[in-house]
């Protein structure tokens, strides 16, 4: 089998970028090792920056996201017992969106079926070969058939942290990376929400979140140890711990449910040293991750792959490869200034197990700050909704 840009990874990177190529009018081909309802039911981030809005319309994949999503205009900082809601349209003139992540793989997917676009699932990558060379690189993978190769001109990985386009570009200095010293208990709940906007709680107890996938779905998360057991936590426990960290703005609890799905996320932090060899390049979680604090995973991912899709735009429409050249650069200063952001967010709202009392207060100090001053607010709400597409 033959094709332009041979893709590993049907998440949202390897399938938006399938689609912006289709658009550019550049063949690809898109495999994936899960099959095509694992992908679909991926619980996982659910915030769309408008320029990834921008990036889904693009793609043809935006009619249930726009008739579907809900747009938020700002977010709230609570604290202290008190609520602090953060403007976001007010200081920056842009909002988000709140859409299920698994539900917008179930557009991308279907968007590429009805183009005739290639998607092949339970198909898993065995070899990566011939990305450093002037002849066709090669995609090896085996499906039902057997093992089959798939020749292309470049190899994007889109196939996660543990994927091997990661392991196939190799690594000539350690990564750059932080574990935190907790994680996140997640929870789907067949609730209303409990608030019309997403809720970030600071409390001595640990971090909460409080947000919601749909009128009757809300996600929630709560700060845990490290090594803390999804067993541990009977459904009556899980709401009492996220209703002592969340203070509610009218006195009323959280709105309370069936949970439908735990599960305990890491905190950590990654950034490749570098995302392209020869024709070989990264995008998404294979060339970092964020911690989850200021949802910037998918929207990170989101803007890899438009770097891509116009680079490889102007490689074939135009002959030039200087975009090319220049991915890592571009998509570097972005994935860093999402990091810091992420990091920094993360570092203000959770209670980190080794923190002074003096350290507390410095925390304390920081919130205070960011709800009474416009510019600190500003700072926050710019890199919240993310900063324009033509940034960096």
């Not at 923190?355 to 960011?370: G, H, I, T, V, W």
Request: with cysteine.
């Amino acid at each position: 089998m033959r094709t332009s840009v041979g893709i590993i990874g049907a998440g949202p990177a390897g399938l938006l970028l399938a689609q912006l190529l289709q658009q550019h009018g550049i063949d690809s081909v898109v495999l994936e090792a899960r099959g095509r309802a694992e992908v679909e039911s991926t619980v996982r981030a659910g915030v769309l920056e408008p320029g990834t809005v921008e990036l889904l319309t693009a793609a043809g994949a935006d009619a249930r996201l726009r008739s579907q999503g809900s747009e938020h205009r700002g977010i709230t900082l609570a604290f202290d017992g008190k609520h602090h809601r953060i403007d976001l349209y007010a200081l920056t003139g842009r909002a988000i969106t709140i859409y299920p992540q698994h539900e917008l793989l179930k557009d991308l997917i279907a968007a590429r079926l009805a183009a005739g676009g290639r998607l092949a699932f339970d198909s898993p990558v065995t070899a990566l070969e011939g990305f450093d060379g002037s002849g066709p690189a090669q995609i090896r993978y085996r499906d039902a058939h057997g093992e089959r190769v798939l020749e292309c001109d470049f190899i994007v990985g889109c196939d996660g942290f543990h994927g091997i386009a990661r392991q196939a570009l190799g690594e000539r200095d350690p990564p750059w990376q932080r574990q935190y010293p907790f994680a996140w208990f997640g929870i789907l709940s067949a609730s209303p929400p409990s608030a019309a906007e997403l809720i970030y709680a600071s409390h001595e107890r640990g971090f909460a979140l409080v947000s919601t996938r749909s009128p009757t779905l809300q996600r929630l998360y709560f700060q845990c140890a490290q090594d803390d057991s999804v067993d541990a936590w009977p459904d009556a426990r899980i709401w009492d711990e996220l209703q002592a960290r969340v203070p509610t703005a009218d006195g009323a609890g959280l709105e309370r449910g069936e949970i439908l799905h735990k599960n305990i996320v890491t905190m950590r932090s990654f950034v490749a040293r570098r995302l392209q060899r020869g024709r070989l390049f990264l995008a998404g979680d294979a060339a970092h991750i964020v911690p989850p604090t200021g949802a910037k995973g998918l929207n990170l991912a989101a803007a890899d792959v438009s770097l891509l899709a116009s680079a490889l735009r102007a490689h074939y429409r135009e002959g030039s490869d200087e975009a090319l050249r220049g991915y890592s650069r571009c998509a570097l200063r972005r994935i860093w200034r999402a990091e810091h952001f992420s990091w920094r967010l993360t570092s203000l709202l959770h209670a980190f197990p080794d923190a002074s009392p003096f350290e507390r207060e410095m925390q304390r100090a920081e919130l205070d700050y960011l709800v009474s001053s416009r510019a600190a607010a500003t700072c926050l709400a710019e890199n919240y909704v993310g900063m324009p597409r033509d940034w960096g």
